[in-house]
């Protein structure tokens, strides 16, 4: 298997755990999850996720402080 190939469980961990990390704090966890389901049933690696989740996911920024 190549490197850059995960199984889809590591896949999906590594993906929340950048995205938590990163937006957890001023983004909804419906936005993050819904971004890791799409993102791992279309990429083999979290390469380019953060950008991606940017650009696709960024409505689900948090409204209440």
């Known amino acids: ?4 190939m995960m ?6 961990e590594e993906t929340l755990k950048i995205l938590l990390k990163e937006f ?3 983004y909804s966890s419906r ?3 819904e971004c890791a389901d799409e993102w791992t049933s279309r ?3 979290t ?3 953060v950008s991606y989740f ?8 948090n409204t209440t402080p």
């Open 47 to 49: 390469s380019g996720l």
């Open 7 to 12: 199984p889809k469980e590591k896949l999906r």
């Open 24 to 26: 957890g704090s001023t």
């Open 31 to 33: 936005g993050i999850y």
């Open 1 to 4: 298997m190549n490197d850059m």
């Open 43 to 45: 990429q083999p690696t």
């Open 54 to 61: 940017k650009a696709y996911y960024s409505k689900y920024i």
